[in-house]
């Protein structure tokens, strides 16, 4: 089993090796597959060699804890991200703050449902 814990630029390399190479691969920076083609080639290396990709529930925000939290009486839950503003590199948020120049929480992508 080969852990992913370094960050989202360590998935494709390091899971190609690991799905090649060990029977599972275990995703802790999710985030990596929002980039176009990556979990796709995860997929097939995982398909090619009868490895698994694993994602751990920590690393989905918590669904856990959320989904928890959602068989309580509870009229609201507030789930915040915080991370560096380097950790967001290479996403969307690039186009929406400039995260080199942030000295302050910003917040570029909430979800508010009625």
Do not use: Y
Not at 104 to 113: D, L, W
């Amino acid at each position: 089993m080969v852990i992913e814990a370094a960050s989202r630029d360590a998935v494709e390399p390091w899971g190609l090796m690991a799905l090649q190479n060990a029977q599972s691969f275990v995703v802790a920076s999710t985030s990596a597959f929002c980039e176009d083609g990556i979990l796709q080639k995860l997929v097939a290396a995982a398909e090619e060699h009868r490895s698994q990709i694993l994602v751990p529930s920590g690393a989905l925000g918590a669904i856990d804890a959320l989904a928890a939290a959602s068989m309580l009486p509870l009229e609201e839950v507030i789930h915040r991200v915080i991370k560096p503003p380097s950790a967001w590199a290479g996403t969307p948020a690039e186009d929406l703050v400039q995260l080199n120049a942030l000295t302050q929480a910003e917040i570029f992508f909430a979800v508010n449902p009625a």
